[in-house]
């Protein structure tokens, strides 16, 4: 079986709800949906998937404690990153419930597609199926073409010590992708775990460090993958890029995109949104349109000045910036 993983909470609800809504519009209304469990919140989150017979929850405790352990011995071989997260004030793991992605791993579908909750799905996702019949890994964004450090910060030289040149070129988004259950089986994760505590965690930036994980599980394990943007032909996915909308749907030089990532926007800004605060959000009628698709009288007629009107600068900050990623922001690594 096929299926869609999303990782949410009651914070995100706002977002969570959009996207279930555009997954119906835009893919299918019986595709199964399971909600991975960021954390405890989830009273919101239950009461939707009561409403959609095809969504539910995940709640394999033991798969959670077993990716929370793996990210953690990883993360606590990495000696930059304890003393940067410790002189932060950080938890031992920076923002260890993202690495609860991993689950899906463990989960009901035999073939995947992940999408965080800062996501709108837009266009079909039947070719990203397809092509997990010939690769173990599929992609569709252009985070290869960003700088490298965001996902390991070493100098090149070190990294050529373990990667191949053209393996470089794969990295991706952790926010959006496709996969098999079952890939990272107990000894290819046993082996991995040996050559992180080796010494080869130190690689791996600590910004987006369930990103940066996943890309080095990924590249380092040698599985099979696919970038349907690598192509050089694929339409945009990231917020920051201008794109046509037409009927409730985006397109880049006239084609449709499978899927649009709000990463680096702060959820807080979709919540006041929700609220009724006028805050400047890329795409953002796209955006109220699917969160109120099935509740037109709840969607705020009238927005109120923003309380916070800085988070609007930092927006245009970060798109004049080509908005990098999120972590760039939080931790100076260089």
């Known amino acids: 079986m096929n299926g869609i993983y999303i990782l949410a909470n009651d914070y995100v609800y706002d977002q969570l709800v959009a996207l279930l809504n555009s ?69 031992e793991v920076y923002r260890l419930q993202m690495h609860r992605k991993l689950c ?42 960003s700088d490298i450090k965001y996902i390991f ?28 259950k079952g890939i990272f089986i107990d000894e290819r994760l046993r082996s991995l775990l040996d050559s992180l505590q080796s010494g080869e965690a130190d690689l791996m930036a600590l910004g987006g460090p369930d990103q940066s994980l996943m890309n080095y599980m990924v590249l380092r394990g040698n599985i099979s993958y696919y970038n349907f943007a690598a192509t050089g032909t694929a339409p945009g996915s990231h917020w920051s890029s201008t794109f046509e909308e037409k009927e ?27 609220q009724g605060e006028n805050v400047a959000i890329p795409y953002r009628d796209l955006f109220l349109h699917y969160r109120y698709l099935n509740q037109p009288e709840l969607r705020p007629a009238i927005f109120a000045a923003p309380k916070q009107p800085h988070v609007v600068s930092q927006f245009v900050q970060r798109k004049i910036g080509n908005l990098k990623y999120r972590w760039r922001r939080l931790i100076n690594i260089s």
């Open 23 to 91: 997954i119906e519009t835009n893919i299918s209304t019986t595709i199964p949906i399971c909600i991975l469990p960021y954390d405890d919140r989830l009273d919101k989150v239950r009461s939707e998937i009561a409403k959609r017979p095809q969504v539910s929850l995940f709640e394999n405790a033991d798969s959670i404690q077993r990716w929370e352990k793996f990210a953690t011995q990883a993360w606590k071989s990495h000696d930059r990153a304890q003393k940067t997260w410790r002189a932060q004030s950080f938890p």
């Open 104 to 145: 899906c791993f463990d989960g009901e579908f035999e073939k995947f597609v992940y999408f965080d909750a800062d996501t709108l799905a837009l266009g079909s996702i039947a070719p990203i199926f397809q092509k997990l019949d010939d690769y173990d890994w599929v992609a569709n964004d252009y985070q290869y073409s």
């Open 153 to 180: 910060d070493r100098p090149e030289a070190e990294l050529l010590k373990v990667f191949q040149p053209e393996t470089l070129k794969n990295i991706f988004c952790a926010g959006w992708f496709a996969s098999k």
């Open 248 to 274: 409730h749907t985006l397109y880049d030089k006239g084609q449709r995109l499978m899927y649009l990532h709000y990463m680096s926007i702060a959820t807080s800004a979709f919540n006041r949104l929700c």
